[in-house]
């Protein structure tokens, strides 16, 4: 089935079946296209050619009540009469009266009639033997008759597929369509065009001489057509619900990932923001203006990076290690010469993405969970590692050590997972504690 997306794809798709519809119902019409003239003529018109053929007698049609007729002959003709069978004369639907030109066989009883073998006219009109299985001529006829089926079951299937609802529609509504749509093919039958077995015109049913109740081949096709109609819409509708619970779904999913998202970076915020404060204030308390300006101006930055970046999830390495810079200052001028963050990354790996802030718990976890002195600086390293982005750090135990409750690390593995796709490797060594994150390749 064609993917059901794009402003147009419903009527292509549409058009294509009920084209499929309407080549099946007229098959046999599709042949005669490609085909040999053949002899469509009923079984019992097909003689041997080894016997004796009376070719073009021509007479007036005589009817017996008992249904079979007499074709008698014009004077000059080597015959005086042609015996016709009630099946002949019930199929071919001749009347009393008519001009016939036909062929002739002897009969198999010795002094019998001749016997009907081919209609050649009827009054003198050319008879196709293919209208009795109400086959048209070549080219144009042929068109009419797909066309007509063509549009018919495209009608049907709009009827049964317009103004669907994925999460409203229901077997009951289908059901009554359906009945409308038989209404409908009741009336399509009496418009459908067929050739005229007396003038070889195309005619609807509805003005043929004849029962239209009778014509159980137009019968068949309407009814084909109907039913064909009907499976495909209920594929289609089901198809078309299927899809939009994916899409659904997909719209979920999505809004669960922006939800959860904010909610793991509203947790953050707050961290940083007064960690930042408390910085800050001891700037002001030593009357450091130039340092404090500094610190300002820096930590306008990383706000003004988190408001930008918590929109799009994802950053570049390039930026996220610019944010480093900036937040990693604010710990040089809290620690003064005791905490650095050495980074050591290829330029090649600048424009690979990561989950924005993924750095900044990592480094905020190293201050918070060490001791910090002069005799023992601090050295955060950031580098990358096989596509992998390794952030160390060395662990210097606090001597009133406090238990972590590990919110950071679990928001930050929480994020990885939901953006990404992939977890991230934590290795909490005896000397050395150590984070790896993976990075993907941009897709730019």
């Known amino acids: 089935m064609i993917k059901l997306s794009g402003k147009y794809s419903s009527v292509v798709t549409h058009i294509l079946a009920a084209l499929a519809i309407s080549s099946i119902v007229n098959f046999s019409y599709l042949l005669i296209l490609i085909a040999d003239d053949r002899d469509y003529g009923p079984p019992e018109l097909r003689e041997s050619e080894c016997q004796d053929i009376l070719a073009d007698v021509s007479g007036r049609l005589s009817l ?3 249904g079979y007729g007499y074709l008698i002959c014009d004077e ?23 001009h016939i030109v036909a062929t002739a066989l002897p009969s198999n ?18 008879f196709d033997y293919g209208t009795l299985y109400n086959r048209p001529g070549k080219g144009v006829d042929s068109v009419i008759q797909i066309l007509f089926f063509l549009a018919s079951s495209l009608l049907i299937i709009i009827i049964l597929t317009t103004n669907i609802d994925r999460r409203k529609f229901s077997f009951n509504l289908l059901m009554r369509r359906s009945v409308w749509c038989l209404l409908l093919t009741i009336g399509i039958f009496f418009l459908a065009p067929i050739p005229d077995r007396h003038t070889g015109n195309i005619m609807p049913v509805f003005a043929m001489r004849t029962d239209p109740g009778f014509n159980s081949i137009v019968i068949l096709k309407c009814t084909f057509t109907l039913v064909a109609s009907i499976l495909y819409a209920c594929i289609y509708t089901l198809m078309y ?102 980074v050591e990354v290829d330029e090649k790996y600048y424009d690979y993405t990561l989950p924005s802030l993924s750095l900044q718990p990592l480094i905020d976890n190293a201050v918070k969970h060490n001791a910090i002195t002069q005799k023992r600086p601090m050295h955060i390293y950031i580098g990358v590692d096989g596509e992998r982005l390794v952030v160390s750090n060395p662990k210097y135990p606090l001597l009133n050590e406090t238990s972590s409750t590990g919110i950071g690390l679990k928001n930050l593995r929480s994020r990885w997972q939901l953006i990404t796709g992939h977890d991230i490797e934590i290795i909490d060594g005896n000397d050395t504690f150590t984070v790896k994150l993976p990075l993907q390749k941009s897709r730019a």
């Open 241 to 342: 619900q299927r899809q939009g619970i994916v899409l659904e779904n997909e719209k979920l999913k999505s809004e669960n990932l922006a939800t959860r998202y904010n909610v793991l970076v509203n947790q953050i915020n707050p961290h940083f923001f007064f960690n930042s404060l408390n910085s800050l204030a001891t700037l002001i308390r030593e009357n450091d203006k130039d340092k404090a300006l500094t610190y300002i101006d820096r930590l306008s930055y990383t706000f003004r990076y988190i408001l930008r970046t918590g929109q799009n999830m994802t950053v570049t390495l390039r930026e996220e290690l610019n944010f480093v810079e900036a937040y990693g200052y604010q710990f040089k001028i809290r620690y003064e010469d005791k905490l650095f963050i050495d």
């Open 64 to 66: 017996n009540p008992d």
């Open 76 to 98: 000059g003709s080597a015959v005086d009469s042609i015996y016709i069978s009630q099946w002949s004369i019930k199929r071919i639907e001749v009347s009393d009266g008519d």
């Open 109 to 126: 009883n010795t002094g019998g009639h001749y016997r009907l073998r081919e209609i050649k006219s009827i009054n003198d009109i050319d």
